[in-house]
């Protein structure tokens, strides 16, 4: 099985194994060793299933102002998370090809590879949720139609990434692209470079 394979099909059961309680408050207990990047795999998509769930609850128009900026703030803070866990699934990738010999014309690419990974997760989480409109018996024909549509994007989507992602890898294994990782450096959480955290008159 290819990374990409393997990525699929942990993706699909965090996701599924978050809506045995579908509760944003329940305790993950991710079914790999800890330290593995299969693991990190199924943490990754953990958190974006949970955040997914937490953009529904704040975007309620009755929510007491209080409560929404608790979870705005629990938002921020699984943000960060998922950008530090992409990282350090980078950190992997980078193990694993950055002493590859680049070829003559080697090129590089706009992402790294954990970034779109990180895009591969989320789009699980969609397919997921999209699977549920489809369901629904509650909706006009209209909106069914227009949800399953969605959902065949998706799964198309779904067909694209895994083949560009698994050609991405390939091209870093043979030298015809130059893995490459620039880390985030985001400014906002650090209290060090966020103006409004260090006290900046």
Same mark, same amino acid.
């Given at each position: 099985?290819?990374?990409?394979?393997?990525?699929?099909?942990?993706?699909?059961?965090?996701?599924?194994?978050?809506?045995?309680?579908?509760?944003?408050?329940?305790?993950?207990?991710?079914?790999?060793?800890?330290?593995?990047?299969?693991?990190?795999?199924?943490?990754?998509?953990?958190?974006?299933?949970?955040?997914?769930?937490?953009?529904?609850?704040?975007?309620?128009?009755? %929510? +007491?102002?209080?409560?929404? =900026?608790?979870? !705005?703030?629990?938002?921020?803070?699984?943000?960060?998370? *998922?950008? #530090?866990?992409?990282?350090?699934?980078?950190?992997?990738?980078?193990?694993?090809?950055?002493?590859?010999?680049?070829?003559?014309?080697?090129?590089?690419?706009?992402?790294?590879?954990?970034?779109? %990974? +990180?895009?591969?997760?989320? =789009?699980?989480? !969609?397919?997921?949720?999209?699977?549920?409109?489809?369901? *629904?018996? #509650?909706?006009?024909?209209?909106?069914?139609?227009?949800?399953?549509?969605?959902?065949?994007?998706?799964?198309?989507?779904?067909?694209?990434?895994?083949?560009?992602?698994?050609?991405?890898?390939?091209?870093?294994?043979?030298?015809?692209?130059?893995? !490459?990782?620039?880390?985030?450096?985001?400014?906002?959480?650090?209290?060090?470079?966020?103006?409004?955290?260090?006290?900046?008159?």
């Amino acid at each position: 099985m290819t990374f990409v394979e393997t990525a699929n099909q942990i993706f699909a059961q965090a996701v599924k194994d978050y809506h045995k309680t579908d509760n944003v408050d329940a305790p993950i207990i991710n079914p790999y060793q800890s330290g593995t990047i299969e693991a990190d795999l199924y943490l990754k998509n953990w958190i974006d299933v949970v955040q997914w769930h937490l953009e529904d609850i704040i975007r309620d128009p009755q %929510i +007491d102002p209080v409560e929404a =900026l608790a979870l !705005k703030r629990r938002i921020d803070h699984s943000n960060q998370e *998922r950008t #530090d866990l992409v990282e350090r699934i980078d950190s992997y990738f980078w193990e694993q090809f950055h002493h590859v010999q680049p070829k003559a014309g080697s090129r590089i690419n706009t992402e790294s590879p954990a970034w779109a %990974i +990180d895009r591969l997760s989320i =789009l699980h989480v !969609k397919l997921w949720h999209m699977q549920e409109q489809v369901d *629904r018996k #509650d909706v006009s024909m209209e909106q069914h139609e227009k949800c399953v549509a969605k959902m065949a994007v998706l799964k198309e989507q779904l067909s694209d990434m895994t083949t560009s992602i698994s050609q991405l890898l390939a091209d870093y294994a043979d030298g015809t692209r130059i893995m !490459k990782v620039y880390r985030q450096m985001k400014m906002y959480n650090d209290p060090s470079l966020n103006p409004v955290l260090y006290g900046k008159k």
